[in-house]
């Protein structure tokens, strides 16, 4: 791709590195390094605007690096990977029903909530059966997590944000996208981020996992749209989108 085209198109590597987590993770730990950060004041949220502050020769340098890595890792794990995917991807389109959540932002957030799903699957053999029965229980998933190993892929996924040097704003995410009472989150911006995903979680799993579909599901289905004052009815469009795909 960069050797090429000496001019690569931005739009083109934006698109690639949204399609992994990990690649995805790396790209904004980078891009929040205080030498890259010194001129703009602020974290970095998204892939495009990581991509700018990087600057096309160090990304050269990190995508050869991670793929080496990568070539190593995340095998036998396809379901988890492609669920977390099809969840950001419906995140980011839902953000037209939002004044001030931007569509990368709302991607970015919905990539890396479930960052320690990865972790637990790479760690445990028998993790990919335990996360695809605990679709079903919306709310509750960490709960079963902690009783068969003592810790849950939130937990987890706080110990990838900080590897990846995360923004606190993701780690709220990471932490909290299982919460029932979304009331409870005082962060205005975390509470619509965690309802979009929310609203994700739901469509993905009754459209493309509709087996582990359940009461739990539906009722997080309801609080989400209540949060964000989104008609249910509206949302058949994007389970279109998911079954077409």
């Known amino acids: 791709m960069f050797l090429q085209d000496e001019f690569p198109d931005l739009n083109i590597i934006e698109n690639i590195i949204s399609q992994n987590t990990t690649l995805a993770g790396e790209v904004v730990k980078i891009s929040n390094e205080p030498q890259f950060l010194k001129p703009r004041l602020s974290s970095v949220h998204s892939i495009k605007d990581a991509l700018t502050v990087i600057g096309y020769n160090r990304l050269q340098n990190l995508l050869t690096g991670v793929g080496?890595?990568?070539?190593?890792?995340?095998?036998?794990?396809?379901?988890?990977?492609?669920?977390?995917?099809?969840?950001?991807?419906?995140?980011?389109?839902?953000?037209?029903?939002?004044?001030?959540?931007?569509?990368?932002?709302?991607?970015?957030?919905?990539?890396?909530?479930?960052?320690?799903?990865?972790?637990?699957a790479s760690k445990y053999d028998d993790y990919d059966k335990l996360f695809l029965s605990s679709l079903k229980f919306a709310y509750r998933a960490p709960l079963l997590e902690e009783k068969k190993y003592e810790t849950s892929h939130t937990i987890a996924g706080m110990l990838v944000a900080k590897k990846w040097e995360l923004d606190k704003f993701f780690n709220q995410i990471i932490l909290l996208h299982h919460q029932k009472d979304l009331s409870k989150i005082e962060n205005n911006q975390v509470r619509t981020l965690i309802a979009l995903i929310q609203i994700a979680i739901a469509l993905v799993t009754q459209t493309l996992f509709k087996d582990y579909s359940s009461d739990e599901v539906d009722l997080m289905l309801k609080n989400a749209c209540e949060e964000l004052m989104i008609e249910e009815?509206?949302?058949?469009?994007?389970?279109?989108?998911?079954?077409?795909?």
């Open 68 to 120: 080496v890595i990568m070539e190593f890792k995340n095998r036998g794990i396809s379901e988890v990977i492609d669920f977390n995917l099809n969840v950001a991807k419906i995140a980011s389109e839902l953000t037209q029903y939002t004044d001030d959540i931007k569509e990368d932002v709302a991607y970015l957030a919905g990539l890396f909530h479930n960052a320690g799903t990865l972790l637990f």
């Open 233 to 245: 009815d509206y949302l058949d469009e994007f389970r279109s989108v998911l079954i077409s795909e």
